[in-house]
């Protein structure tokens, strides 16, 4: 057959361009002249969305032509931008990073290398550390009345807003019957797992190794200590510290320090500003069936003693 002319145009074009190392062209077509596949055959090769790839001129890396990138933006080489995205001015992606479809990058965001975010916006002056996953499904599944488990519908997205930072192989996931929120100036640790749905306030501080899991609405300026765990549909009111190795699996209503498994309000004995003594007894008492707890029967004695010091100690108050 004879290809046409336009055909004929566009191959010549993308070969000219000098990236024929991203498609490996089958050697039917390597003679124009004389290709003997179908026109359909033809025309899905020529009409492949990545001879809409471009190379930056910041960087080396691709971007879809359809996506709008500020000229200021760098994109290194080994990077990959894909369509309807939009960058703004001095976005820095370094390579590795995938950037997916209609995903927004604010002004002088940072993102790491071998990054990937899709379903997303991130906002101005955000920073994302190597290696980080947002946008993904969240981990939601149901079993039907024939005992098969399905999936639930993941479909909306995340939010970033300004000033976040994000560590390194942190996930959040995307929403399925609200967007995942990350407020403004909060920051983010290595190896945090951000369920779908999650809602998390402004200048809040999670370290290394939280787990918070669906659709758990997080309150501002509250900080969770490292490995703190969360439990799904959970509300944190704001200004709440969370003590490290913490478990949270019930609302908490009232600013504080919580600590322990499960969550609880930990008291402050000795403050210049209070001597409350139901305080400390009310303390004291906690604190004797949190070692029988988890001691048990054999160390009661030791459990009683420092029980027993305390409430002399708030009698004399």
Known sequence: MKVTSKLARKAFHFLSRGRSTSI???????NLRHISCSPSEVNKIFNDDSLEFARWKNGGGLFHQSSDIDPTAI????????????????????????????????????????????????????????GVCVGQDGFGFFVDENGHMVKKPQELFVRIANHVEIGANTCIDRGSWRDTVIGDHTKIDN??????NVVIGKCCMLCGQVGVAGSVTIGDYVTLGGRVAI????????????AANSSVTKDITEPGDYGGFPAVRIYILYSPFS?????VSAFASHLLFRCLSASGVDNLLDCVAPASNLLSRASTR
């Open 231 to 242: 439990r799904d549909h959970v509300t944190i009111a704001s200004k709440v510290r969370l």
């Open 275 to 279: 001597s409350n003594a139901k305080t």
């Open 75 to 130: 994109i290194e080489i080994g990077a990959v931008v894909h369509g309807n995205c939009m960058l703004a001015s001095d976005v820095h992606i370094r390579s590795g990073t995938v950037v997916g479809s209609s995903v927004s990058i604010g002004q002088s965001t940072k993102v790491g290398y071998k990054s990937v975010l899709t379903n997303c916006s991130v906002g101005n002056f955000s920073t994302i550390h190597n």
């Open 24 to 30: 490996q062209l089958p050697s039917c077509y390597v």
């Open 191 to 196: 190896l945090v797992q951000i369920g779908h």
